[in-house]
Nanobody, 117 residues
Framework: QVQLVESGGGLVQAGGSLRLSCAAS????????MGWYRQAPGKQRELAAT???????NYADSVKGRFTISRDNAKNTVYLQMNNLKPEDTAVYYCYIVAGRIPIGSWGQGTQVTVSS
């Protein structure tokens, strides 16, 4: 059983910054991918950014140049630094990891990010 605990969401004005954190615990073996997805009201969940165990990153076009994903393998933690936030970044942000000998995905409970104009 894997537990993901997210933190760092909140309310910020446009142009501001937030840093999300997600710590994984429990029966963790070989975390392959860590990432963040987001879901705005009335929309489907979409990728924001991912990072593999060797540090390869992938970003949605909408966040490139503004968001930076990083991970601390020793702490099983992934971070998302979000700069120059826009109202369209408003969403629930979900942590996601793929781990295990047989890769299995796990989701966090979500953290709300609200950007006011």
């Amino acid at each position: 059983q894997v537990q993901l605990v997210e933190s760092g969401g909140g309310l910020v004005q446009a142009g501001g910054s937030l840093r999300l954190s997600c710590a994984a615990s429990g029966s963790i073996f070989s975390i392959r991918v860590m990432g963040w997805y987001r879901q705005a009201p009335g929309k489907q969940r979409e990728l924001a950014a991912t990072i593999t165990s060797d540090g390869t990153t992938n970003y949605a076009d909408s966040v490139k140049g503004r968001f930076t994903i990083s991970r601390d393998n020793a702490k099983n933690t992934v971070y998302l630094q979000m700069n120059n936030l826009k109202p369209e970044d408003t969403a629930v942000y979900y942590c996601y990891i793929v781990a295990g000998r047989i890769p299995i995905g796990s989701w966090g409970q979500g953290t709300q990010v609200t950007v006011s104009s």
